[in-house]
C-alpha cells in the first residue's frame, strides 16, 4: 500500500476527477470546486515525491505550502470574478457566457 | 562591417540609393504640392537613369565577370553581405529598370490622385527592383525581391482600374505565395552550404551535391516562376495588368516579371546547374506551352490590357525556353528577350493606359478606329504591337532567334512546337491591332486629343531604345555573353 | 550586499513603484493623467534602470535567481512593453477613473512578477512568479467597464488560467520526483540521462502548458480571442505584448532542459507549432474585429517562435529571441495605432478604419509597417525574425516545416492586407474628424517605424546580442 | 498475528479509508448537482489528502492543510454561494454528452498519467535525509525560499486589492 | 567608316539602300503634316536609288567578280552573324529592278494618291518597302536577306492595309502578314537548321556548299524544302495562293510595287539565290516544280471568272510565279530570271494601267470600266494592251521571250507532263488577259457616254487630264510599255551577264537540267517555238470568240460548267477551308478550350484554393466556441494524447 505508485495513482485520480469537474460542470463555482481538486492533487504529488525519492523531505512541504497559499488567493480571485459576473449577468452558469465566439 | 572590399566611389549603391532618397525625399514633401512631387521623382529617376547609363558605357565587356563589386560582411554570424556587382546578365536588366523608371514616372505626368503616395511608393518598389538586380547575396535579393512586390498592392488597389482590389489582392498574394519557396529554399541553399555565407558565389564555388541541386532549383524555379508568369501559374499576370495603372503596369510588367527569370537565372540556375539539367525538360515544357497557350488565349480577350497580359504570358515563355537550354545562345537570347520585352511591354502599356486614360474604356469592340482620333497613341501601341510579334530589327527579334536556334538545338520537338506560337502570336497581335485601331472613325471619341508631345517623349524613348538595340545587337549582346560563356562553361 | 542589490535592482525598482501605486490607490480621488503621467515616469525610470542593469550577471537567493544576459535581455523587453503600454495609456477610457491607480498598481506588479519570472532558476520560484503575472492579469482583464458584452471574458480567461497553472504544477512535480530536485541548473544535468523515461518528457510538455497558455500556442490559445476582444484596449496590448515575452522566455528555458536530445519534444513542439500557425492564421482570415483579428494573428506568431525553438539549439534560441523582440515591437506599433484611434475605448471595427490616411497619415503609416511587419515583409523586422527562425528550423533539417511557415505566412498576409486596404483604400461611410495626434506620439510612431525597419535590416548586433543571450542559458 | 502486523493491518485499513473518503469526497464534488454539497464533498476530499498527508509523515501539512483549504477555502466558496443566493437552488439537468466527453477526456488524462508513473523507473535520490521537521521547513522559507515567501506575500495583497475592487466596484457599478 | 568612301560601289549601295529609310524616318517623325514634302523626299531618295543602282549594274558587269562588305553585327557564342552586301550579277539586277520600278511607281504615285489623306503616310511606308527591299536583294547573308524579308512582309502588310477604315483592306493586311508568316516560320527553321548544321549563312558559302561534300542530302533537302517553305509564303505558291488576290485591296501603285513585280517575286529571288544549294537536292527541285506546276494551274483556272481587273492581274502573277518556280526547278536558273525580269516589267505596266482606268473610274469592275468607255483613255488602253501581249507570250514582246526560255527549260526535263503543263498555262494566261481586254474594249452593249463623262466631271479630274499629276501617271506607264518592248531583245546579253561568274550556278543548273539533257528534250527546239507562240495565240483567239468578235456571248466557255465556274470563282475553296481551319481549330477550339481552362481550371482553381482557405477558416472558427469548456476539452484531449503519444 505504502508506495509511492499508490500515491501517484491517487493524485492521478484526484486531478483527473478534477479536470472532468472543469470540462463538465456549468456552475462556475463548481468549477473552481473542481480546479481545487486539481491544485490536491498535484500537491499530494509533490508530497509523494518529497516522501519517496527527495534528498531533502522539506522541499514538498514548502512547496505544498505554497500551493495552498496560492489556492487561497486564486480561490479569493475567482470568486471575485464569479461574483462580478453574477451581478452583470445574474447567472453563474457558464452555458450563458457564450456571447464572444468565432 | 569589417572585412570592405571596395574599388572607389561605391556607384551601385549609389544607383541603389538613389531611390530610397527619392522615396524618403518624397515623403517629406506636402501631399498637396503634387507638382513638386513629380519633379522631385523626375529627378531622382534622372539620377538613376545617368547613373546607369554611365555604369553602362563604362562597363567593361571584354573584361567580363562581376565589376564594379562592393563587398562588405553585414551580418557575421550568418554570414551575408551587402554584396553588390555588375556583369552581363544584371547589367542590361539595371538599364531596363532605369528606363522603364525614367518613362514611368514621365508618364504618369498627369496623375492627381495621391500622387504623393503614388510616387513614393513607386521608388519603393524599384528600389525592390535596383536591389534584387544588383546584389548578389541570396539574403539580399530575397529582401529587395519581397520589397518590390508588396507596394504593389497599394499601386494597384488606390490607383487601379478593373477590379482592382480583387487584381490587387490576387496579384499580391499569388506573388509573395512564390517567395514561400524560395525563401526555405535559399535557406537551404545556406545550410547545405556549411551555414557561414549567402554569398551567392561563395555557394557556387562550395557546391551542392546532385539530390539538393534537384531539390533547390524545383524550388527556386517553381517561386521564382511565378513572377515570372511560367505556365501555369500565369493567371495572376492579365488580372493584375488589368487592375493596375499605367505606370505600374510598364515597371510591373516591364521589370518586375524579370525578376523571376533573372532569379531562376541568377540564383537557382547559379547554384544549382545540375538541378536545371534535372528539370530542364520539364521547363521547357512548360515554357513551350506557355508561348503557344499565351498566345491562343490572348486570341479570344477583348480587353487590350488583358491582350497584353497573355502577349506577356507567351513572351516570357521564350524566356523561359531559352533558360531551359542551358547554352551560350540560349540565355544570350533569353537575357535579350528580358531586355527586349521588358521595353516593349512598357510601351504597350504606356500606349494603352493613354488611351485608357482618355476613354476610359480598355475593351477592344467599344474603341476600334483608334487611329483616326489618337494616330500617335495607335502608332506606340502597333509599334509595340510589330516588336511582339518579332518583326526583325527590333530588339526582340534577335532575342527570339537566339533562343529559338538555342532551342531547335537542344529540345528539337518543342522548339518548332514553340516556332509555331510565332504564327499564332502574329495571327493575335493583328487581330488586336486591326480591332482597336483600324476600321471606321469612332464619333463617341472623335473629341479626344492625341498624345501631346510633351507626353509623347517618353514612349518615343521606348522606342528608340527598341530600335536600337534591333540595329545594333552588337551592343547588348557583347555586354550579356560576357557573363553567360563563362557561367555555360561553369556548367 | 550591493552588488547583489543591483543585480536585483530592476525587480526592486518595480516593487517599489507597484507599492507607490498601492499607496495611490488608496487615495479618494485622483487625476487620471496625473497617474497617467506619474506612471509614465516611473516607467520610463524602470526602463532605463533595466537597460543599465542589462549588463550584470550573478546569482541571487541562494541561487534560486540568475541574472544573466538572457533575463537582462528580457526585462529589458518586459519593461519597455511596460513603458509603451503606459504611454499609450492616455486615452485608458475602457476602465473606470477610479481603478486607474490599481490598474498601474497591477501593471506594475505583473511586469516584475515577470521580470522575476525570467530570472528564476528554481521551479517554485517559476510557479510563484508566474502565478502571480497570471493573476494580476485576470483582475486587470475584467476591470473594463461599460462593456456588458464582454462581461464573461473575465472568467473565461480564470477558468483556462488555472486549469492551464495546475497542469503546469502537476508537470513541474513530475518533473520533481524524476529529478529529485527544483534548481534547473540540476535539472538541465540530469533530466537528458532521463529522456527514454516517459516522465521526463510527459512532464516537461504539462509543465510547458503554463506556458504555452501564457503564449497563446494551440491549443492553450482559447482564452487569447476572447480576452483580446473583452479586455480594456490597454490590458490586450499588454497581454499582447509584454506578458508574450516572458512566455517566450520560460518555453525556452524549459524546452533548453532536454538539451536538444529529445526527438519526442521536438515532435511535440513540430506539431503544435503547425496547427497554430494554421489555426492562427486561417481563423483571422474571418475576424472583423481588430483585436480578435490580431489575437488569431497572435496565436499564429506564437506557432512561428515555437519554429525557432523546436530546434532545440541556440541559433534557434537566439532566433526566437529575436523574433519575441521584433514581435514586441510590431505588435505594439499596431496595438498603439489602435488605441489611439479607438480613443474613447472602444473595440475597433476594420470598417472603422476606413479613411485613416487621411485623417492622420502618420498613424496609417505606423499601421501598414505594424501590419506589414506581423505579415513577415522585408525590410521589416517581422521579416528577419522570420528568415532567422526558418533558418534555424531548415538547419536542423525541418525545410518542410518552412515551406508550411511560409505559406502560412502568405495566408496570413491576406487578413493584414485587409486591415491595409481598410486603412488606405475604403472610403469612409460618414467623414470622422481628424484624428489629433499629440507631438509625443508622433515621435513614438517614428520611433517604432524606425525600429522596425533597424531591426530588420541592422540586425548583426542584435544578432549578436541574442546568440549571446542564448548561450547564457546554458 | 502479531501486533505489529495487526497494526499494519489496521493502519492500512486506515489508509484506504482515507483514500475512501477522498474519492468519495471528490466525487461528490464533482459529481453532485447541488453546489452546496460540491462543497461538503470538496470539504470532505481534502480532509482526506490531509489524512493522506498524515501517512505521507508531515502532520504540519496536514494541519495546514486543514486550516487553510477545509477552514478557509471552503467556507469562502459558501460565502460566495451565498452571495449568490438562488443559485444553489438551480439544477440544469445534466447533458449527458458534455459529461461523457468529459469523462473520457479526462480519463486519458488519467490512463496518461497513471502510465506515466507505473512505467517510470523512480530513482530515489543517493543521499536523502530524514528531516522533516518544521522547525526546517520555516528555515526553508527564510533562506532558499525567502523569495518565495515574498512573493506569496505580494500574491496575497494583489488578491485582496483583487477581490475588492473587482468584487466591489462591480456592485457599485451595477447598482 | 573609312571604308565606305574608298570604295565607289560599296558608297553608291549605302547611299542608294540607306536613303529611303532616312526618308522613311523623316517622314514619318517630322513631315507628317505636309504630304508635299514627304512625296519630294521619298521620291528624290529612290530616285537617288535608283541611279546608285544603276551605277552599281554597270560597275558589277564591267568587273569579273562579285563584291562582298561584310561588318560584324550580332555574336553570341559560336554563332557571328555579319551585315553585309553581296552583289553578284544576280543581286544587282534585282536592284536595278526593284530601283527602277520603285521609282516609277512612286512617281505615278503622285499623280494616283493626290488629295489621299494618308499621304505622307503612304509615301513613308513605300519608302520603307524599298528600303527593305533593296536590302533583302543585295543582303549577303541568309539571316540577313531574311531579316529585310520580314520587313518588306511588314511594308506589305503596313500598304495592304493602307485604307484601314475599310474592313477588308485591313483584313487583307491581317491575311498577307500571317499567311506570309506560316512560311516564314518554316523560312526562319530553315535558318536555324542551316545554322546549327552549316553554321556559315553566306550566300556564297552556302552555294558552294554542296560541291564540298560537306553536307548530307538529307540534310540538303530538309534545309532546302524549309527555305521554300518561305518561298510558298512570299510568292504565294500553293497552298498559301490566297493572300495575294486579297492584297488588291492596297492601293494599285502598292499592288504594281510590291504584289506583282518585286515584293512577291523575292520567293523566287531567294529561289535563285541560293539555287546551287537547291539543286544539291533532287528530291527538294522535283516538289517546288510540282508546286510551282500546281500553282501556276491553280491561279491560272482562278483568274478565269473573276471580273476585278486587280484580281485578274493578282492570279496572273501568281501564276507567272508558279511558272517561274518550276523553271527554277526544272533547272532553268536563266529562264527563272529572265521571266522575273520580264514580268516585273510588264506585270508593273499592267497595274499602272489598271490604276490609271480604277483613278478613272472608280471601280475596279472591268464590265463597268468597259461600258464606261475604257477605250477612250487611248494611252493606258494601248499600254494595256502592251502588257497583255506581253503576258501571253506573243512575240516580240518581252514575255515572249522569257516563256520561250521557261518552255525550253521545261523540255528538258524526262517527264513531258512539265511541258504540258508550262503550256496550257501559257495558253490559259493568254485566255484570261485577252477576256479581260476584250471586255475594255468591246463592253457588252456599248459604251455608255454620257454617263462616263457625267462620272468624269463630277470628281472633277478632268482639268488634270493634261495636268502634271496625269503625266505623272502616264510617264511611267509609258516608260514601262517601252522597256517591255524592248526587254526581250537583250535575253543574251542579259543571260552572258548572268551566267558571268557563276561557276556554281552553272553547274547547277546543268547538272539539274541533266536528266533532260539526255534524251535531248521532249520536242525540237523549232518545234518548242511554235508551240509556244500557238499556246498564246489559242488562247487569244478563244477569247477573242468569246468576248471580242461581234455578238460574241461575253459568258465564256465557263459557264456552260456552273460546279466548275464556282469552283475556279471560290479558289478552289481554299479561302473556305483556311476559314473552316482558323474558325474551328483556333478559335473555337484550342482558343475556346485554353480560355475555359484557364478561366475555370487554372484561375479557378487558385480562386478555389483561395476559398477553401477561408472555408478552413470558417470550418475551424467552430473550434473556438463560445462554449468555454468545449474549449477546454480538447486542449485536455491534446494534452492527454501527447502524454499517451510520449507513453508509447
Known sequence: ??????????????????????????????????????????????????????????????????????????????LSIILALYRKMHSINIEQAQRLKG | MTSMEMAGFPILTAILMSTVLGLFSILLIPPERTKLVKQVSMFWATVGLILTLWLYFNFDHNKGGLQFVERVLWVKSLGIYWFHGVDGINMPMLLLTAVVLFTGVWTMWELEYRAKEFFALMFLLVAGVYGMFLSMDLFWMFVWYDVSLFPMYPLISIWGGTRKEYGAMKLTLYLLAGSALILPAIIYAWVQGGAVTFDLFELQRIGFSLYDQKILFVMLYLGFGILAAVWPFHTWSPVGHVAAPTAVSMIHAGVLMKLGAYGILRIGMTLCPQGLGYWSDLMALLACIGIVYGALVGLAQTDLKYVIGYSSVSHMGIVGLGLATMTVSGINGAVFQMFAHGVMTALFFSSVGYIYDKTHTKVIPELGGMSKTMPIASAFFIIAALAGIGVPLMASFWAELLVFIAAVQVFPVGGIFALVGLIISALFMLRVVQRTFYGEKNEKFAHLPDVSPFLAVPRIILIGVILFFGFFPKVMLDVIQSAVIPFVGSF | MMNDFILFLPEFYFTIAALIYFGLSLKKTSEPWALQKWALTLAGIGLIVTVAASRQHGMLFFDCYRVDLFSQVFKVLLAMGTFWVIFSSSELKGIDGRQHAEYYFLMFICTLAMMMLVSSVELLTIYVAIELSSYSLYLMVPMRRNADEFSETGVKYFMIGVTASAMMLFGISLLFGATNTTYVSQIVVKLPALLGQPVAIVGLVLSLAGFFFKL???????????????????????????????????????????????????????????????????????????????????????????????????????????????????????????????????????????????????????????????????????????????????????????????????????????????????????????IRVDGMTRAMSLVLVGLMVYLGLFFNQFMDLTEAAAKSLF | MDTSSSLTALAQAAFWITIGFTMTGACIAVFARNILYNVLGLALALTGVAGVYLFLGSLFIALMQLLIYVGAICIAIVFAIMLSRPLHLETPPRAMPKVVMAVAASAVFFVGLAGVALKTNWVPAIERSTDFSVVTIGHMFLTRYELVFEVISLVLLVAIIGAIITAGFSRRLSS | MDAIFKDPVLLATVIGTSLPFLSMAVILCLTRHNPMLSSRISVTAIVVAAICALFNLAKVASASHAFRFDTAWMSSGNIHLTFGYYLDPLSALMLTIVAVVACLVQIYSLGYMSGDPGYSRYYAFMSLFAWAMMNMVIASTLIQLFIFWELVGLASYMLIGFYYEKFSASQAGKKAFVMTRVGDVGFFLGIIILTLGFGNLGIPDLNSAPGTGTLTTGFITMAAMLIFCGVVGKSAQFPLITWLPDAMEGPTPVSALLHSATMVAAGVYVFSRIFPFFAASPDAMLVALAIGTVTMLLASTMAMTTYDLKQVWAYSTVSQLGMMVMSLAAGGYFAGVFHLTTHAGFKALLFLCSGIFIHEFHTNDMRVIGKQGGRRQIIPMICITVGALALSGVPPFSGFFSKEAILAALNAQASPIWLFAGLFGAFLTAYYSFRLIFYLLFPKGGIEEKHAVHEMDSHGHKEEHHGGLFWAMAVPVMILACVTVVLGFTEHSLQGY??????????????????????????????????????????????????????????????????????FDARWYMDAFFRWFLDTAIYSGLTNIFTRNDRRIIDGGIDGICFFTEAGGRIFSFMQSGMLQYNLLIMVLVAGLAMLFCLV
Open chain 1, 1 to 78: 500500500m505504502n508506495s509511492l505508485n499508490t500515491y501517484l495513482i491517487i493524485s492521478a485520480f484526484l486531478f483527473s476527477i478534477g479536470l472532468v469537474g472543469v470540462l463538465q460542470r456549468r456552475n462556475l463555482i463548481g468549477m473552481l470546486i473542481s480546479v481545487e481538486l486539481m491544485l490536491n492533487g498535484a500537491s499530494l504529488n509533490f508530497m509523494a515525491f518529497n516522501r519517496f525519492l527527495a534528498p531533502e523531505p522539506v522541499v514538498g512541504q514548502v512547496i505544498a505550502l505554497a500551493i495552498m497559499g496560492l489556492a487561497a488567493a486564486e480561490t479569493a480571485i475567482g
Open chain 3, 216 to 434: 497563446a500556442v494551440f491549443p492553450f490559445h482559447i482564452w487569447a480571442p476572447d480576452v483580446y476582444q473583452g479586455s480594456a484596449n490597454q490590458v490586450t496590448a499588454y497581454i499582447a505584448t509584454a506578458s508574450k515575452m516572458a512566455a517566450a522566455a520560460l518555453i525556452i528555458r524549459f524546452t533548453g532542459f532536454s538539451m536538444g536530445a529529445s526527438p519526442a519534444l521536438a515532435n511535440f513542439l513540430v506539431v503544435l507549432c503547425v496547427l497554430s500557425m494554421t489555426f492562427g492564421n486561417l481563423v483571422a482570415l474571418i475576424q472583423k474585429d481588430i483585436k480578435r483579428l490580431l489575437a488569431y494573428s497572435s496565436i499564429a506568431h506564437a506557432g512561428y517562435m515555437l519554429m525557432g525553438i523546436l530546434a532545440l539549439g541556440e541559433r534557434g534560441y537566439a532566433a526566437a529571441i529575436y523574433y519575441a523582440m521584433a514581435y514586441l515591437v510590431m505588435n505594439y506599433a499596431c496595438f498603439m495605432v489602435i488605441m489611439k484611434i479607438a480613443d474613447d475605448g472602444h473595440n475597433l471595427q476594420i470598417k472603422e478604419l476606413a479613411g485613416l490616411h487621411k485623417r492622420s497619415p502618420l498613424l496609417a503609416m505606423t499601421l501598414m509597417m505594424g501590419l506589414f511587419g506581423l505579415a513577415g515583409i522585408p525590410p521589416t523586422a517581422g521579416f528577419t525574425g522570420k528568415f532567422l527562425v526558418f533558418a534555424a528550423a531548415v538547419e536542423k533539417g525541418y525545410l518542410w516545416l518552412a515551406i508550411v511557415g511560409m505559406i502560412n505566412a502568405t495566408i496570413s498576409l491576406y487578413y493584414y492586407l485587409i486591415v491595409i486596404k481598410a486603412a488606405y483604400l475604403l472610403k469612409p461611410v460618414e467623414e470622422f474628424p481628424a
Open chain 5, 498 to 567: 548572268i551566267m558571268a561568274g557563276g561557276g556554281a550556278v552553272k553547274h547547277a543548273s546543268t547538272q539539274a537540267a541533266a536528266g533532260g539533257e539526255a534524251h535531248g528534250g521532249v520536242v525540237g527546239h523549232q518545234l518548242l517555238v511554235i508551240l509556244g507562240i500557238s499556246a498564246g495565240l489559242l488562247g487569244i483567239i478563244l477569247a477573242w470568240f468569246e468576248f471580242g468578235r461581234k455578238g460574241a456571248s461575253r459568258n465564256g466557255f465557263l459557264s456552260y460548267f456552273p460546279p466548275v465556274w464556282k469552283l
